[in-house]
């Protein structure tokens, strides 16, 4: 049980063009989901939290107008990367919360995102 | 606010010898308290959870944990290391008392290579 996904794995794109990821819960409704970025061999930062139907909360220093959130039901979040430059090139882990363990987030696979 | 400092940012041992982790958190609040493990190129899979019941917890693999308010640590340990434990550990801290969805605090992370 608690299985989060992310699409694609992986993506490739020029700069200047937007990119969107999906995170899905697979097996639980997320009332609550996050999304990190994770530079190479460091940890992860959260960028924002997102509850179903509502604005995401942006951490501080993240641009809200670049780092699109939607989380439009209780299993599907995406963020969309809008006018990628080669420094949005990074590894971006999202995680899912739900009502049975509330304290827990549950980690999807990652996706790589390299802005050619 | 929370924080979390892991000890030894790469930890090496012997396949079959004892590993041992080092987290300590500080946090002005009854913490719950994580262990992260992340593979290459994935996400993060939960080993193991402190979440105010017994402070010994056990979790998947082989690994468990003590949780020890004096000495505001919570360190993962493991009887017999095996290969496949070659890992990037993270160990993380919420609580229940923060308005912001239980956001994750991560420590910076503990390579763990296991050797022949």
């Known amino acids: 049980g608690a299985v989060v996904s992310q699409h694609p794995s992986r993506v490739i794109c020029k700069s200047g063009t937007s990119v969107k990821i999906e995170c899905r819960s697979l097996?639980?409704?997320?009332?609550?989901m996050f999304w990190y970025r994770q530079f190479p061999k460091k940890s992860l930062m959260l960028m924002a939290t997102s509850n179903e139907g509502s604005k995401a909360t942006y951490e501080q220093g993240v641009e809200k107008d670049k780092f699109l959130i939607n989380h439009a039901s209780l299993t599907l979040s995406t963020l969309t990367v809008t006018s990628a430059h080669p420094e949005d090139s990074s590894f971006y882990i999202c995680?899912?919360?739900?009502?049975?363990?509330?304290?827990?987030?549950?980690f999807g696979p990652g996706t790589r995102l390299l802005v050619l | 606010a929370q924080s979390v400092t892991q000890l030894g940012s790469h930890v090496s041992v012997s396949e079959g010898a004892l590993v041992l982790l080092r987290c300590n958190y500080s946090?002005?609040?009854?913490?719950?308290l994580f262990w992260y493990v992340q593979y290459p190129n994935q996400g993060l899979q939960l080993l193991l959870k402190?979440?105010?019941?017994?402070?010994l917890v056990k979790g998947i693999n082989g690994f468990e944990a003590e949780f020890k308010k004096s000495e505001t640590s919570f360190h993962l340990t493991k009887p017999s290391a095996h290969m496949s434990d070659a890992a990037e550990y993270y160990c993380?801290?919420?609580?229940?008392?923060?308005?912001?969805?239980?956001?994750?605090?991560f420590g910076t992370g503990t390579q763990l290579k296991v050797e022949l």
């Open positions: 946090s002005s609040v009854p913490p719950y």
């Open positions: 402190y979440t105010s019941a017994a402070t």
């Open positions: 995680s899912a919360k739900g009502q049975a363990y509330l304290e827990t987030q549950y």
């Open positions: 097996d639980f409704q997320a009332t609550t």
């Open positions: 993380a801290v919420s609580d229940e008392l923060t308005g912001g969805g239980n956001k994750l605090t």
